[in-house]
């Protein structure tokens, strides 16, 4: 990463920690309105980071935003920030706009719909393509984080050409870098309960067994940054990328959210202690986009394809950092 | 602190090394395409002279080491392409596998200018055979507490005490190894010296080890007032612990971390066709999503090497997560296999598997166990 792209980086983290704070974020979850938070993040312009320059944009790659959707899951957004900024960027590519005011998510066919309870549009698919529709979140919030089951959507604003995979793919990406966001900061928070807390006389961390249970919550969360960086390489997603990224993510939120709060004891899941925050969407993600098996059975089936001549090929050629020329 | 995606720059191997692959796939096609599996798949544990020795004939032995030494004086990344090809391929390289990867990096970090010259070209030769003198019946992942000791005589050293699972020391000319030359184990990493030590001296015993699944490449060793030169000691003497410990990034960060099991895993990949059950392509899909974050991430700790840094921890943290995945792969294939009573496998599939399912206990023991790792990683998080 280059020096402007630290700045970029920096700036909006200060931002988001300055805006999104837990209580913001408790705010969001149980009124259900978001005017006011996406006013502020709005007005900062970094929902058109994807958008061409020649449209008003930022013209980032893929690449340059994917530590911003880090920097979103670990502060637990609580709207489809991240969304709307790559919908804006799948539209504009076309030049399509999206209303200004906007909240938008990519919207597969999904077992539930992160921010669904929130949105005004979503990217949709049918027979002719991609459609921005203005859309409602129905059915139960399930995990008290303004999810939806599905949408109620109305007229379409604005066509691009596209596939639902097309969608899919973009949503578990974008899904599995904010996965990986939030699993860095249950990390963060879980090294600090461990120096903090103090049982049988000495720290929790000082403890081996604690200890052994840490390194593997750390392992788990890089090799979920790793993989969804990868899945934002390149100049757009692709599918095997974003299958390991998605697959990796679903199955490490098992551990992470295992040791985690194994660690924390009983007050990590209390409404007023922030890890249930992470937690609760981390669960929610799993559920949403493809779990770790529909990726997996994908990802082993592009594996099998003909023209593989054995695994190490098949990581090199499909699975490995691409730069863009 | 903490340890996060930073720790890992992303990374690409450079045109210069990829340009190196094609010929070296072309030549394990010619020396080792005729291998059944259940051979390759001894990967780094696989010895055959007659390999090594083709190797080296085309200067892939040694090939970091500088041209002044005798090898090509290639960089870390045509390294990793390499070793990467031998190692999918299961290519039998452990002839000159310890030699290749860490006496010559040693001896050209700490050696004197006169060890370089006469044990370098030999290595690259493939001629001169090396193995690891660390544990000791006392001394497993507790290293500091060595007890084979050095002692200062006229003119050299005198050697005595004992080494074990000493991988291939029958059919290695030397060992490097780690010993006592001052103090007692009570004083720990102190104290602690490299020798190279010819195992044709008198006074040198080495006894083989049979494991259960018939093979025999451990060894413990013996020495009885065995008489080194003074010369035979490497770098510093009492700078033994951090020498080690240098090596260790380099030893824990390469490909053969994870791609102990590829063999098996391509062999049952080949047998599933290009359509396989929804079931099989699962268990096939989430061991590649495990493995492609670590190939992302020994590609990065490739570029820090080249670049001079010491990724110690992240070498740690690599090395738990891919010694798991070599230990999954077995476990995901049997119980595929096996859960279709009524279909009768692939022969050469089930000698592979058995193999495998046999020698993976062993994948998260060699190199430092899962627990020291844990421990350096929790280090690294500064819990410890």
């Known amino acids: 990463m280059n020096d402007d792209n630290n700045i970029l980086v920096d700036g909006f983290r200060r931002l988001i920690a300055d805006t999104v704070t837990p209580a913001r974020v408790r705010e969001v979850e149980e009124t259900l309105s978001p005017?006011?938070?996406?006013?502020?993040?709005?007005?900062?312009?970094?929902?058109?980071?994807?958008?061409?320059?020649?449209?008003?944009?930022?013209?980032?790659?893929?690449?340059?935003?994917?530590?911003?959707?880090?920097?979103?899951?670990?502060?637990?957004?609580?709207?489809?920030?991240?969304?709307?900024?790559?919908?804006?960027?799948?539209?504009?590519?076309?030049?399509?706009?999206?209303?200004?005011?906007?909240?938008?998510?990519?919207?597969?066919?999904?077992?539930?719909?992160?921010?669904?309870?929130?949105?005004?549009?979503?990217?949709?698919?049918?027979?002719?393509?991609?459609?921005?529709?203005e859309a409602q979140g129905k059915g139960d919030d399930i995990f008290g984080a303004a999810g939806a089951l599905g949408l109620t959507s109305g007229a379409s604003v604005g066509r691009v050409p596209g596939s639902s995979d097309d969608l899919m793919i973009g949503a578990a990406a974008v899904a599995s870098a904010q996965m990986a966001g939030a699993m860095s900061r249950m990390l963060e928070m879980t090294l600090r309960h461990a120096g903090e807390r103090a049982q049988f006389g000495r720290p929790l961390g000082k403890f081996q067994a604690i200890q052994q249970q840490i390194a593997v919550l750390a392992e788990q969360v890089i090799s979920c940054q790793v993989a969804a960086r990868t899945a934002f390489s390149g100049t757009s997603f692709d599918p095997v990328r974003v299958a390991a990224a998605k697959c990796r993510a679903g199955e490490a939120s098992n551990l992470v959210c295992g040791i985690s709060h194994a660690v924390h004891g009983a007050i990590g899941a209390t409404a007023e202690f922030d890890l249930q925050l992470y937690s609760r969407r981390l669960k929610q993600w799993q559920l949403a986009f493809g779990s770790q098996q529909y990726w997996a059975t994908r990802l082993g089936m592009a594996r099998a394809a003909p023209g593989n001549p054995n695994t190490a090929d098949f990581l090199r050629r499909n699975l490995a950092w691409e730069i863009v020329s | 602190m903490t340890l996060s995606v930073e720790n890992f720059p992303a990374a690409v191997l450079p045109p210069h090394a990829e340009a190196l692959r094609q010929e070296v796939k072309a030549f394990i096609a010619e020396h080792a395409g005729a291998l059944p599996a259940h051979q390759r798949a001894r990967s780094w544990s696989g010895f055959d002279v007659g390999f090594s020795r083709a190797l080296a004939a085309r200067g892939w032995v040694g090939l970091t080491v500088p041209v002044e030494y005798g090898g090509p004086g290639l960089d870390p990344y045509c390294r990793f392409v390499l070793v990467e090809e031998l190692l999918a391929a299961g290519a039998p390289v452990a002839a000159h596998w310890i030699g290749d990867r860490q006496s010559a990096p040693l001896l050209l970090h700490y050696g004197t200018e006169e060890q370089r010259r006469t044990f370098l070209p030999g290595i690259c030769k493939g001629e001169l055979f090396f193995c690891i003198g660390m544990s000791e019946p006392n001394s497993g992942s507790d290293l500091a507490s060595v007890r084979t000791r050095a002692e200062k005589t006229e003119g050299g050293w005198r050697l005595n005490g004992q080494k074990i699972w000493t991988t291939y020391a029958h059919k290695s000319h030397y060992m490097i190894a780690l010993v006592r030359t001052s103090g007692t184990s009570e004083d720990r990493q102190n104290g602690l010296s490299q020798f190279l030590v010819d195992l044709s001296l008198p006074g040198v015993t080495v006894n083989p080890i049979a494991l259960g699944t018939g093979d025999a490449d451990f060894n413990e060793v013996f020495f009885e007032d065995v008489l080194l030169p003074a010369d035979s000691l490497v770098g510093e003497e009492g700078n033994g612990w951090k020498q080690v410990n240098a090596e260790l990034a380099f030893e824990r960060s390469g490909p053969e971390r994870i791609y102990s099991s590829l063999v098996l895993l391509d062999l049952w990949a080949q047998l599933l066709g290009p359509t396989p059950d929804p079931a099989d392509a699962a268990r096939l899909g989430k061991l590649v999503a495990r493995l492609a974050p670590l190939r992302e991430m020994s590609v990065s700790m490739t570029a820090l090497l080249a670049a001079g840094k010491s990724p110690l921890t992240e070498a740690a943290l690599f090395k738990d997560m891919g010694t798991e995945v070599e230990q999954q792969i077995p476990e995901?294939?049997?119980?595929?296999?096996?859960?279709?009573?009524?279909?009768?496998?692939?022969?050469?599939?089930?000698?592979?598997?058995?193999?495998?399912m046999q020698a993976s206990h062993v994948f998260s023991l060699r190199g430092g166990t899962r627990e020291i790792l844990r421990g350096m990683i929790a280090r690294g998080l500064g819990l410890r």
Do not use: C, N, Q
Not at chain 1, 55 to 71: E, H, K, N, R, S
Not at chain 1, 110 to 121: C, E, R, Y
């Open chain 1, 35 to 133: 005017a006011s938070l996406w006013e502020a993040l709005h007005a900062s312009g970094f929902l058109d980071m994807l958008v061409p320059e020649d449209a008003g944009g930022a013209g980032l790659m893929l690449p340059d935003i994917f530590p911003l959707l880090l920097v979103l899951g670990e502060y637990a957004v609580p709207v489809p920030f991240a969304e709307t900024m790559v919908a804006r960027g799948m539209l504009s590519a076309r030049g399509v706009s999206a209303p200004e005011d906007a909240l938008i998510v990519l919207a597969p066919a999904s077992a539930t719909l992160p921010f669904g309870k929130l949105v005004t549009h979503a990217l949709v698919a049918r027979d002719d393509g991609l459609h921005l529709v």
């Open chain 2, 332 to 356: 995901e294939i049997a119980d595929a296999v096996a859960a279709r009573p009524d279909f009768v496998p692939d022969a050469e599939l089930m000698r592979t598997l058995a193999y495998i």
